[in-house]
């Protein structure tokens, strides 16, 4: 592995980029064996941060130790796919495992498919080339505030419940709550669960691309009483190195959903996830669990459609009159100049302003979901908007405005 150069010392008082880290300088190792495409990505790196850059020609030829050398000595590993995608992506493995450093990659090819492949081994960053400084500024930023993530066994996390429930079905519950799950864990790098209570028809694998499953909350359910964090963490998949997802079974079953159940499962989640998003679809019977103490954060996703509408009036008038603080609506599919109703009409059926309108884009949706590839991952208006809830969840801000101070959150635990 040859250096081409240490340590790259520069002045930061001069030329320093809009989006100037909050914290001391990263230190960075930058991985590439194509000149050409390691320069290009190194002057947009420059211009977010302009030392501590160290430079690297070639990859590791030791895959057992020098991973966790590199997360022992940089902050941040940034590779290139298209040299040894396979091999790439093993480095990127271990160096995840280790817990150490954040890992990101690029490529010269916008290939979704590769980079959700790339993010399920435990990059937290896929970038395209070309790509703006604004968007490795802000990956920066975010590896600067990143915390280690919480062994699964830590009995005192008390994490966040997010709670996704729809006013009527068809509203795009599964997939927002999927796709919300999948931003939250990347911009947080935190523990975070995504729980599918969509039983016996639930689609959160379908939407991550997760069709089958080993377990699901079929198997926690009936056997609750003896759920503790070990026997959980074994019924879990991995979608990415920090999220894990408990889907909903792909057989009918009895009716599971049980009080004392539920409870337990979330007690045992709050206790191993600093984030715990729960698909519940419009099961209005869930609401006397603990699924909707005043802790849980409720996402309501409905429609401008009346019959949405009248449901969404019902829901917030029967179940939240009195906790405004923790709801937040959503509005889903959202096309303004379609609208028979205009904004007072709308924050008038809901007795107040939506929170969030993530905008109708119906062939980007169906592509997605057809594939089974999360929004998530595309570059749409869709996954913008839930980046936006995701960021505000865990109490970030996307940077683009230096000037602009982070505001208190509600949802800062």
């Not at 669990?289 to 429609?303: C, G, M, N, P, Y």
């Amino acid at each position: 592995m040859t250096e081409s150069e240490n340590s790259k010392n520069r002045d930061t008082e001069s030329n320093q980029a809009p989006d100037t880290l909050s914290k001391s300088v990263l230190s960075i190792a930058l991985i590439g064996p194509d000149d050409n495409r390691r320069k290009a990505f190194l002057s947009v790196l420059a211009e977010c941060q302009q030392e501590n850059i160290s430079e690297f020609t070639s990859f590791p030829p030791d895959l057992d130790h020098l991973p966790q050398a590199l997360g022992q000595h940089y902050d941040v590993v940034i590779l290139d796919v298209d040299s040894d995608p396979d091999y790439v992506f093993d480095l990127v493995e271990r160096i995840s495992d280790t817990d150490d450093a954040s890992v990101m990659v690029y490529s010269s090819e916008a290939d979704v498919k590769q980079a959700v492949r790339f993010m399920r081994g435990g990059a937290s960053e896929y970038f395209t080339l070309p790509t703006a400084s604004s968007e490795v500024a802000n990956a920066l930023q975010r590896a600067a505030t990143r915390e280690p993530a919480t062994p699964i066994l830590n009995s005192k996390i008390n994490g966040q419940p997010l709670v996704f429930i729809g006013a009527k079905g068809g509203c795009g519950v599964t997939s927002i709550a999927a796709n919300f799950a999948v931003l939250l864990a990347r911009v947080s790098s935190q523990p975070t669960l995504l729980i599918d209570f969509g039983l016996p028809l639930g689609d959160v694998g379908i939407n991550l691309g997760m069709p089958t499953a080993n377990y699901s909350t079929a198997n926690v359910l009936q056997d609750h009483s003896r759920l503790d964090a070990r026997f959980l963490q074994s019924l879990t998949e991995k979608y990415s190195s920090s999220l894990s997802v408990l889907s909903a079974p792909g057989d009918f079953t009895s009716d599971l959903l049980t009080r004392e159940a539920i409870e337990k499962l979330l007690e045992v989640a709050r206790q191993n996830y600093s984030y715990i998003v729960v698909d519940v679809g419009s099961r209005v019977d869930l609401m006397e669990t603990k699924l909707f103490e005043d802790s849980s954060i409720v996402f309501l996703i409905t429609q401008v459609g009346i019959s949405e509408l009248r449901n969404s009036n019902r829901m917030i008038s029967r179940f939240f009159a009195l906790r405004n603080r923790n709801l937040q609506i959503v509005l889903n599919r959202y096309t303004p100049k379609t609208l028979l109703f205009d904004d007072s009409q709308i924050a008038k059926a809901l007795t107040r302003p939506a929170n969030w309108k993530i905008p109708d884009d119906y062939t980007t949706a169906r592509r997605t979901e057809n594939t089974g590839t999360p929004i998530a991952l595309e570059d749409s208006p869709i996954a913008l908007a839930l980046k936006q809830m995701a960021l505000t969840v865990c109490g970030l801000t996307e940077g683009k405005d230096k000037n602009k101070k982070k505001g208190f959150s509600l949802f800062k635990k």
